[in-house]
Structures are given as structure tokens and as C-alpha cells.
């Protein structure tokens, strides 16, 4: 199948040209410039529209927050321990959820989805995409595993009259997970060198969910807000060579200058919300612009259901009221997305090899009028 006719963003060095798109097996088979040399009825005539891979939300809780279900659908936060990275957003996803069908309408075909941010570690995050029958068909694969630092644990622990309900005892809890972890990783190792001197550790499930993260195949995704606490999961990551994603960062750019010398990744949003708790207190439109003028990398969320997920373009958009650069916006919903998400051998670009993850707009994509003409998931139209 051709799409033809298409002024294409490819979000690629090469970013915008003029050409076509060969899709074949759910894949990208070729992108050119210009005109092909022949077209078939099922090819599809993209009437000079503006071909975009399909659309990133770095961030978010669908499905494991259903819509306008309450406490049955809502299966976000495990608050009856503050450390649980054994929990794994698949199993409390409703691939069904009616926000799913919304996220495609709107463009997006990707989305992180994470456990809440009620525990100092919340669990295994999944990047997922938008169409499927369940979730394990749509699984990408799992990609972060979910920290939170600040006031969300601090409220919720307090109100249980639990630890923790400090700052520091948050951190505490995180290192001394990750340690364990550390030294379960340390006893693997020696048992597979020395099987016939060594024994095992016994099973531990909290640190067998931590070894993906300490070997590297996933990131840490950090919820923070203040600029305080993006210093601590900074402490934290080097201290145990952790590869960290700032997820919100609301307050990032009162040092943006600090975190652009870090070279951080931060995933920033919700954008359309209100000022709804004191660690948000610094929020301002220009967040993602004056962070990315400094060097930090940024992609944008919705962190649906806090915003729901279908404006994530007109997150995108008021980013470039902000002060954002058109470009970095466009970058912050797909290929920024996918490099953070480690993700980009999949998604994010329209390139040779890739998914055939592609989204067509009648102009611009950050036109909130604009709806999309067509949207392709793996190849199909959905």
C-alpha cells in the first residue's frame, strides 16, 4: 500500500518534504520524495495533507483509570505498600476502556501507561498501542519502572498514618529497595559462576522486578515536581546507575539551566491544568519552552485522565504559546517521545523499518480543529 501525495513529516533529520510512504506486513517498507511511479485503487491519495507518525502520549493512566467508573475501574495506586515495583500496569489495563477509541480519533496510537504515583515505587509501566483486543496484543513492551517523589506519597501514607509522610523517608525507602535488589542481583550472579558452590537466594519478587531496571533494559521514570526533588531522583540514579526520566516537572524551569547541564529527560504535563496542589505552585505555560531553550530534552503528556487524552495536541499547542518552538512540540509527541521511552526502534518516525504507526492531518496537526482524516495502526487502518 502507497500513501501518496503527502507533505510528510517524516520527524526524521530529513524532517519535511513532499513524497510517499510504502507500507507492507504492518511495516514501513520505503519513504521517498516526489511522485511514485504508479498508483492501484488501494493505494491512498492523501490530498497534499500532512502525513505525521502516529502521535505519542509519553504519560498517562489509561485504561488502568477507566473512565467515569470510580473505585471498580480504578486500579492505579496499590496503597497498601508504599514500595511495589512487582505490579505491572498490564494486568490492570481494560483495553476496552471508551478512551482508547478516543486517544485513535485524535491521532494517537502510542501511549505510555503507568501505575499511580501514590507509592515511592508504583510498578512496571507498559507503551502500549491504542488498537487491540487485549492488552497483550497491543503490548510494545514494558518500559519503566514507576517512582514518585514529593507530596503524593507524603498525603497518602499520612493520612494512613503511615510511613512514609516525609521527603526523606520516600528516598530511604527507594535506596533501600534498590539495594536489595542490588545484593539479590550480586547472589544471582555468583550462584550461575559457582552453581556447585553457591546457592541461590529465595525468591524475592520486589527484587526480581528491580533487575531489569539496575541492568539497564528499562528507565526510571521519576514523578516530580519541584526542582528539589528532580535533584533527588538525580542522587538516587547516579547512586545506583540508573537511567532516570523526570515525568511532569512543573516547576523544572526555576533550574532549567542546572538540568539542561545534566542533559535530563523530563516528560512534561499536564499543561491544561490548575495550580491543584502546593508542589505544582510554579507551573507555567512556559515550562517546556525555557527547559528546552536550555538543552533539557522534553516530551509532552497528558498524564490522562488529569487531562484527558485527547488533548494532547492542544497540550502540544499551548507548549508553543508557551514559547516552544513548533518543531520541539512536534518532537515532544513523537520522536522526543520514543527516544525518552526507548522506544525508537519501533515507533516515533516515519523511517524504513519502523511500525507502520502513521496519522494524517487535512493541515496542521496542531490545528485543534483539525481532526484526523485517517489513522494507521501496525499497517491497519483503525
Not at 48 to 69: F, K, S, V
Not at 103 to 117: E, F, K, N, Y
Not at 202 to 217: F, I, Q, R, S, V
Not at 233 to 261: N, Y
Request: with cysteine; hydrophobic share 40%.
Amino acid at each position: 500500500m502507497l500513501l501518496y501525495n503527502a507533505e510528510i513529516y517524516s520527524m526524521t533529520d530529513d524532517m519535511h518534504f513532499y513524497g510517499y510512504v510504502e507500507v507492507k506486513d504492518g511495516k514501513i517498507q520505503a519513504v521517498e520524495q516526489g511522485k511514485p511511479d504508479a498508483v492501484t485503487e488501494e493505494d491512498i491519495d492523501c490530498g497534499g495533507g500532512m502525513l505525521m507518525p502516529g502521535l505519542i502520549d509519553a504519560h498517562t493512566h489509561l485504561g488502568i483509570i477507566e473512565d467515569g467508573i470510580d473505585f471498580e475501574g480504578d486500579d492505579c495506586n496499590e496503597v497498601s505498600d508504599p514500595f511495589t515495583p512487582q505490579l505491572r500496569a498490564i494486568d490492570g489495563i481494560d483495553p476496552y476502556d471508551r478512551c482508547f477509541e478516543e486517544a485513535r480519533a485524535s491521532g494517537i496510537t502510542s501511549v505510555m501507561v503507568s501505575p499511580g504515583s501514590a507509592n515511592a515505587c508504583g510498578g512496571e509501566m507498559l507503551l502500549l498501542k491504542t488498537w487491540g483486543r487485549c492488552t497483550d496484543e497491543m503490548a510494545v513492551r514494558p518500559c519503566g519502572m514507576k517512582f514518585a517523589l514529593g507530596e503524593n506519597p507524603k498525603s497518602v501514607y499520612n493520612d494512613r498514618d503511615e510511613a512514609p509522610v516525609t521527603r526523606m523517608a520516600i528516598a530511604s525507602l527507594i535506596r533501600e529497595g534498590l539495594q536489595k535488589a542490588k545484593l539479590y542481583s550480586e547472589r544471582l550472579q555468583r550462584f550461575e559462576e559457582h552453581p556447585d558452590e553457591e546457592e541461590p537466594p529465595e525468591y524475592d519478587a520486589k527484587c526480581e522486578a528491580l533487575l531489569p531496571l539496575l541492568e539497564g533494559d528499562i528507565k526510571a521514570h521519576f514523578h516530580c515536581h519541584r526542582a528539589d526533588d528532580i535533584g533527588t531522583a538525580m542522587r538516587i540514579s547516579r547512586e545506583f546507575g540508573l537511567d532516570p526520566v523526570i515525568v511532569h516537572g512543573t516547576g523544572a524551569h526555576v533550574a532549567a539551566d542546572l538540568f539542561g547541564e545534566w542533559g535530563l529527560n523530563i516528560i512534561v504535563g499536564p499543561i491544561i491544568c490548575d495550580r491543584c496542589k502546593p508542589e505544582m505552585r510554579d507551573m507555567e505555560l512556559s515550562n517546556a519552552a525555557k527547559l528546552h531553550e536550555k538543552g533539557v530534552h522534553i516530551a509532552i503528556c497528558t498524564d490522562h485522565p488529569e487531562v484527558p487524552i485527547q488533548y494532547l495536541r492542544l497540550s502540544a499547542a499551548l507548549a508553543v504559546k508557551g514559547g516552544l518552538s513548533r518543531e520541539a512540540a512536534l518532537r515532544g509527541i513523537t520522536s522526543e517521545a520514543a527516544d525518552m521511552l526507548g522506544v525508537s526502534d519501533r515507533i516515533g518516525r516515519i523511517a524504513e523499518g519502523l511500525d507502520a504507526d502513521l496519522v494524517l492531518f487535512p493541515s496542521d496537526v496542531l490545528d485543534i480543529m483539525q481532526d484526523p482524516v485517517c489513522v494507521m495502526i501496525d499497517g491497519r487502518m483503525v
